[in-house]
């Protein structure tokens, strides 16, 4: 019986030989000389679950996952834990399905799982380090990005210890948008305008992309205590308690991380709502300086359907013409140069929406010009139609405002 030799035969040295002479040279030339490799298929996107469904999917891996308890606590032990609202991860609003979704985690965990004590979010909660509940509600398309026609929404939980400074479980689902009330709240729909904002962007980072044992964002881990002051505002506001609302704005802008956007569209609505229009115009302006800073901000002006002119409705568009001074003035003495670009929602014919978010820029660029003639030579009008939606959901209501946003970049001069 005949030994195989442990070595390659004089044929396969050959052989062997030629494909270093090939890799050495730094050539694919061996491609000519074999069969290429099926080209991967694309990756089949996660299933959408009707609502519902999605939640209680998305909560269970979340609750029932968790790596708990930390060390050094007792086996038995009830971690307290907040729940900071959940917002969309495009927006970084609340909305009426956000806010739903909390109550029913809350619900979840006092009747299955009452390892957790869930208490207020609130400062002096969030003082003691406790367990935090975290979660995004996006709109995505078929493949399941945030890009073009949203056809499902991604249900994105994450539970982090403020303790450790680390995230201990997460949750994902995707849900139909059967059922589903996008409308944001009273605060987020009543904002004047949206730039990127750091606490809420470490917020959106903490919860997506991630894995348990990563850490949490130090955008978000250093803005927490400050976010909840700001989440209590928020609550005054819909609640209609305006004086208190402004109080807890007041409070937050004070804390050493309480410079946030949503801080100054706080202080400017409850001024505008208690009727102060000189507080008002001076906390607009801070939302200017703000957008600036940031090299965007995008303005919700209202406009008729198809059409440049503003809503006829005073309590919509009565504040605009303070707004364009503001923005007119302050661009003005910062010297930068914008580009003002117009956008719309995805309803309608693409070459219309185009020609339509071009001549709204244009208009918001001549009525800026008007204010602060000097102003003029530092500007550009841009359209882009649908094509950077921001909600995408084509219902053109309060819901996805955002899109038809006439948005303003500070460009080099």
Request: proline letters at 8%; glycine letters at 8%.
């Amino acid at each position: 019986m005949k030994t195989r030799s442990p070595y390659p035969s004089p044929s396969a040295w050959h052989a062997l030989a030629f494909a270093a002479l090939l890799l050495a040279a730094g050539c694919d030339s061996l491609n000519k000389f074999t069969t290429p490799a099926p080209a991967a298929a694309p990756a089949t996107p996660p299933p959408a679950q009707l609502y519902d469904k999605a939640v209680l999917s998305a909560a269970t891996s979340l609750f029932t996952n968790a790596k708990l308890p930390p060390e050094g606590s007792p086996a038995q032990a009830k971690y307290p834990l907040v729940i900071d609202p959940l917002i969309d991860g495009m927006t970084g609003a609340q909305s009426v399905q956000t806010k739903s979704m909390g109550v029913r985690l809350a619900a979840m965990m006092r009747e299955h799982y009452p390892q957790f004590d869930v208490q207020e979010f609130s400062a002096a909660n969030v003082a003691k380090s406790p367990l935090v509940l975290i979660g995004t509600f996006t709109g995505v398309n078929a493949e399941r990005k945030t890009a073009g026609a949203r056809e499902a929404y991604r249900i994105c939980f994450a539970l982090a210890d403020l303790r450790s400074g680390k995230l201990v479980s997460k949750g994902l689902a995707f849900a139909l948008p059967d059922g589903v009330d996008p409308t944001p709240l009273a605060f987020f729909r009543d904002a004047p305008a949206w730039s990127e904002d750091p606490a809420t962007e470490g917020y959106i980072k903490t919860c997506q992309g991630t894995k348990a044992g990563d850490p949490i964002n130090p955008l978000y881990l250093d803005r927490i205590l400050a976010a909840s002051v700001v989440a209590e505002g928020i609550e005054a506001y819909e609640a209609g308690r305006y004086r208190e609302a402004l109080d807890y704005y007041t409070s937050a802008l004070a804390m050493p991380s309480g410079d946030q956007f949503r801080v100054h569209n706080g202080i400017y609505l409850a001024n505008w709502k208690l009727g102060r229009q000189q507080s008002a115009e001076a906390a607009f302006a801070k939302v200017v300086d703000y957008g600036l800073q940031h090299q965007r901000l995008a303005v919700k002006f209202l406009f008729r359907p198809g059409s440049t002119a503003f809503m006829a409705n005073p309590t919509l568009s009565g504040a605009y013409p303070t707004w364009l001074k503001t923005i007119a003035r302050r661009t003005g003495d910062s010297g930068k140069c914008l580009e003002i670009t117009g956008h719309t929602s995805p309803t309608g014919p693409e070459p219309l929406n185009e020609r339509l978010s071009l001549l709204r820029a244009e208009f918001i660029k001549s009525r800026l010009a008007q204010t602060s003639p000097g102003l003029d030579r530092r500007m550009i009008a841009n359209g882009v139609g649908s094509r950077q939606t921001m909600v995408g959901n084509g219902r053109d209501d309060a819901s996805d405002a955002l899109d038809r946003r006439v948005e303003f970049k500070v460009i080099g001069c």
